[in-house]
T-cell receptor, first 116, second 116 residues
Framework: EPEVTQTPSHQVTQMGQEVILRCVPI?????FYWYRQILGQKVEFLVS????????KSEIFDDQFSVERPDGSNFTLKIRSTKLEDSAMYFC??????????????FGEGSRLTVL | AQKVTQAQTEISVVEKEDVTLDCVYE???????LFWYKQPPSGELVFLIR??????QNEISGRYSWNFQKSTSSFNFTITASQVVDSAVYFC?????????????FGAGTTVTVRA
């Protein structure tokens, strides 16, 4: 069964460093997302991406964040200068966006980011 | 405004007891989708069910059942004869058709602890 894969599963970084989290969405999906979950809190929407551009972003997704689909298969989240409060689990998701699975997001297993 | 409310923060039960998780949602859309996800201690998000707004039929899957009531904007989830492996955080989520990107809005989650 196709699945969304994320790398790395866990990354530890120093404050101020750049981090890139990678995701491979399901191949025929059209919509891609990043969500964030600070430990013990709810899952929060960061950004959605469709047709090679950002569709919507939350207020969390400030200038420190960027997303890219560099090669037609990967979908990356970059944090330019990490802060302590960026420590969280980051989930990538993708959606077909139409048909019988309309509205259903398929999540990766998450990338845990720890900023020291 | 909070679109999905899970009023129960934590529920603790003894094995074999039934447990019902409440979810109340808010939307102006006539077409929307409701979801439940399970997040075990390992951290991944496990899809449990998707319901569209036109289908109010209740559903049973093994020990899991869902009660969707549009009149009260609720989508409650019951685990029958709970087991220790059911211990997890359970999230209710909403996707609105008016949202161009089908993004999910999550509730705060309910932590279920099943004691042996």
């Amino acid at each position: 069964e196709p699945e969304v894969t994320q790398t790395p599963s866990h990354q530890v970084t120093q404050m101020g460093q750049e981090v890139i989290l990678r995701c491979v969405p399901i191949s025929n999906h059209l919509y891609f997302y990043w969500y964030r979950q600070i430990l013990g809190q709810k899952v929060e929407f960061l950004v959605s991406f469709y047709n090679n551009e950002i569709s919507e972003k939350s207020e969390i997704f400030d200038d420190q964040f960027s997303v890219e689909r560099p090669d037609g298969s990967n979908f990356t989240l970059k944090i330019r200068s990490t802060k302590l409060e960026d420590s969280a689990m980051y989930f990538c998701a993708s959606s077909e966006g139409r048909g019988k699975n309309t509205g259903e997001l398929f999540f990766g297993e998450g990338s845990r980011l720890t900023v020291l | 405004a909070q679109k999905v409310t899970q009023a129960q923060t934590e529920i603790s039960v003894v094995e074999k007891e039934d447990v019902t998780l409440d979810c109340v949602y808010e939307t102006r859309d006539t077409t929307y989708y409701l979801f439940w996800y399970k997040q075990p201690p390992s951290g991944e998000l496990v899809f449990l069910i998707r319901r569209n707004s036109f289908d109010e039929q209740n559903e049973i899957s093994g020990r899991y059942s869902w009660n969707f009531q549009k009149s009260t904007s609720s989508f409650n989830f019951t685990i029958t004869a709970s087991q220790v492996v059911d211990s997890a955080v359970y999230f209710c989520a909403l996707s609105e058709a008016s949202s161009n990107d089908y993004k999910l809005s999550f509730g705060a989650g309910t932590t279920v602890t099943v004691r042996a």
